[in-house]
């Protein structure tokens, strides 16, 4: 325990990367990004926390998004881990055809987007899946 106590002062924790002395990116108590990285097992935990914060942020924010059906709810909650609950939100014509079940509507707007040009066959996976309600 005091070891870790130990390390704990002489690391500092930094919650956002940083350069260390070197030049290297670094996280946390000194974890060197560039030459040790992450394990499997911690990006599984960074993967459960960070969809944790998704879903949160939809519950606040959309309430009626856990209404769509398994599908098509997880394929907005693709969509949202993906860009934030900010840059989802930009998608205002794609979230009030959701709304309103207007599947085909809210597809079109998703595809007709920078967002789907950037992440190219992600984004017609995710329409396909608002479409018709099917998991891809």
Sequence with gaps: REF???????????L???????GKAT?????????????YEEAEILLRNDLLRTLAALDRDYPW??????????????????LGIAGLGTFQ????????????????EMLDSRWAGQVGARAHRLASQIRDGEWR
């Design 4 to 14: 870790f106590d130990q390390l704990r002062r002489d690391e500092g924790l930094r």
């Design 93 to 108: 014509r794609a979230l009030a055809a959701l709304q309103a079940r207007d599947w085909e509507g809210a597809a079109r």
């Design 27 to 39: 996280i946390g108590y000194g974890r060197n990004l560039v030459d040790v990285g992450i394990s």
């Design 65 to 82: 998004w856990r209404d769509l059906g398994e599908a098509r709810t997880w394929a907005v909650a693709n969509m949202a881990f993906n």
């Design 16 to 22: 956002f990367v940083y350069l260390d002395s070197v």
